[in-house]
């Protein structure tokens, strides 16, 4: 009933929950070098007023998050996981994503109250706090009576120091305070 489309790997199915009739799932290995995935519906729904929630759990598989929804009128979605971001998942052995009937009323609560997280907004917001902390470095004096002088090649070296650090490691950005 359902799909799932991983970059550079081949496309599965989604297998249904021998427990929970309206359950589908599949363990996916190292999640942490999974960006995006794409979940769709192989055939249309056919249940009135419901659609699918798209969940995502770690072991022991016990708390699933969730990542979004579909239903008739949007068949398939690309989820942005930010698993990468992670330290956590760096050492786990995988990943359960699962797709869920349920109510649509329910589903839309849930998009409400608990909308998909913008990974790459985030990482951007991190990047650009970053770069404000790098050049506020320049700053003399204190408070209302500093001043900020820059050199020239501020963002030059800003960019030189980003990319030492990102090879070394690409979730630093994440720890600027």
Do not use: H
Not at 25 to 42: D, R
Not at 137 to 153: M, N
């Amino acid at each position: 009933m359902f799909g799932l489309v991983i970059p550079g790997r081949p496309q599965t199915d989604l297998l249904q929950d021998p427990q929970n009739s309206y359950r589908w799932g599949v363990e996916v290995n190292t999640p942490a070098s999974i960006g995006e995935f794409l979940v769709f519906l192989k055939t249309p729904m056919q249940i009135p007023n419901a659609g699918v929630g798209v969940y995502f759990s770690f072991p022991p598989f016990a708390d699933y998050e969730f990542l979004g929804a579909l239903d008739d009128s949007k068949p398939s979605d690309l989820f942005s996981t930010g698993w990468s971001l992670r330290p956590e998942v760096e050492s786990c052995p995988a990943v359960r994503v699962c797709a869920m009937v349920e109510p649509a009323a329910e589903l839309l609560e849930k998009l409400k109250t608990n909308p998909p997280k913008d990974v790459k907004l985030q990482y951007a917001r991190c990047t650009a706090l970053n770069l404000f902390r790098f050049i506020e470095s320049f700053s003399q004096g204190q408070g209302a009576q500093a001043t900020l002088t820059c050199p020239q090649d501020v963002l030059d070296r800003w960019l030189q120091r980003f990319e030492e650090k990102y090879k070394r490691d690409p979730n630093f950005v994440l720890r600027t305070e």
